[in-house]
């Protein structure tokens, strides 16, 4: 438990499997943690965070901007259209770019403004009606369409089922990524993020096991 615990693990999951010391980012996922901890893991000199609503987001990261350099923001949770301005001002990166019309919406605010967050595109590797994502069969059009709208595409994320083999998925993702010349892999958390490190993540994004349970309830 805690950045120290986690940092060490990650280290030795890319030594396990042939990786480069380093190559794997950690994001500290920090939805609905009590601010406090969030400060601590700060304070341990740590920059890279998720967050899965915009509101959220909007709410806490402004001030921590304020008092420390470099924060690294990522969003990974869902996107509406409607928020995909005050996302830009917000977030270096996002993880949930799962349609179309988001995609559109992106690229022309990527105009507006002059710069563009990292793109993830998010594939619903498990098929569940209940989560965002892409399917698996639509991802390679669609990896092509986020790219002729010269969106910043570094990767692919997915979301395992709860109750399946991650690691099936993991592979999955990871397929779907090289066929399509991606080298950024956003997947892994608390549960499953050596496994993930394993089958190529480059990015993990654990939060529970570097700040305690959640207290509030998450409807992610
Ligand atoms: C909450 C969340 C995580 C972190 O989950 P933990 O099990 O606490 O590590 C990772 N990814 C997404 C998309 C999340 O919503």
Redesign the pocket.
Known sequence: MGLEDIRARIAKAETEAGRDPGSVTLIA?S?VQPLDRVEAVLEQGHRCF?E?RVQEAAGKWPDFRERFDGIDLHL??PLQTNKTRQAFGLFQAI?SVDRPKLANTIARIAQEEGHCPDVFIQVNTGEEDQKAGIMPADADAFIAECRAMDLPVQGLMC?PPVDEEPALHFALLGKIAARNGLTGLSMG???DFEKAIALGATHV?????IFGE?VAP?S?
């Not at 994004?205 to 096991?209: E, L, M, N």
């Open positions: 996922v939805k998720g899965n990974i949770g993880h979301i958390m608390s549960g994004r654990v939060g529970s096991a959640r998450d992610a």
